[in-house]
């Protein structure tokens, strides 16, 4: 998927990329400590989270828009040949960069409402 089509093509995205981006989870988290991608490191685990509650059925206030665009955005971080092949070193990471940005912007609110949940279940189930 190239960062021209990313948009466009996000919401052909089924149940199985979402699984795929969990079976990549820790690549992914890897992979973010690099270069430009070191921006979104903190981002990144709460959007693997998000997925993994969202697909166990812990959580279902999101729309699927939002699981379907950050799966999205992952996996094009975990492919290395993409619009800007990885090899190339910096510029090749700079358009992972820019899809993260992107799709950090579409989905920040809704991922933002999802940690407030996280963390009253999480305070809930302690007492």
Same mark, same amino acid.
């Given at each position: 998927?190239?960062?021209?089509?990313?948009?466009?093509?996000? &919401?052909? @995205?089924?149940?199985?990329? $979402? %699984?795929?981006? @969990? $079976?990549?989870?820790? =690549?992914?988290?890897?992979? =973010?400590?690099? /270069?430009?991608?070191? %921006?979104? !490191? =903190?981002?990144?685990?709460? *959007?693997?989270?998000?997925?993994?509650?969202? @697909?166990? /059925?812990?959580?279902?206030?999101?729309? +699927?828009?939002?699981? $379907?665009?950050?799966?999205?955005?992952? *996996?094009?971080? *975990?492919?290395? @040949?993409?619009?800007?092949?990885?090899?190339?070193?910096?510029? /090749?990471?700079?358009?992972?960069? $820019?899809? *993260?940005?992107?799709? +950090?912007? !579409?989905?920040?609110?809704?991922? %933002?409402?999802?940690?407030? +949940?996280?963390? &009253?279940? !999480?305070?809930? %189930?302690?007492?």
């Amino acid at each position: 998927m190239s960062a021209s089509s990313f948009s466009k093509n996000f &919401e052909s @995205l089924d149940r199985s990329d $979402a %699984e795929k981006v @969990l $079976a990549n989870a820790a =690549a992914i988290q890897r992979k =973010a400590s690099f /270069g430009p991608l070191r %921006e979104f !490191a =903190a981002i990144i685990p709460n *959007l693997i989270s998000m997925i993994s509650d969202y @697909l166990s /059925g812990r959580y279902s206030r999101v729309p +699927w828009a939002t699981i $379907a665009m950050s799966s999205a955005a992952l *996996l094009y971080v *975990l492919v290395p @040949l993409d619009a800007c092949p990885d090899v190339i070193p910096v510029a /090749g990471l700079l358009d992972d960069a $820019a899809v *993260l940005s992107f799709v +950090w912007a !579409a989905v920040k609110s809704d991922v %933002e409402t999802y940690l407030r +949940w996280k963390a &009253e279940t !999480a305070k809930s %189930e302690r007492n």
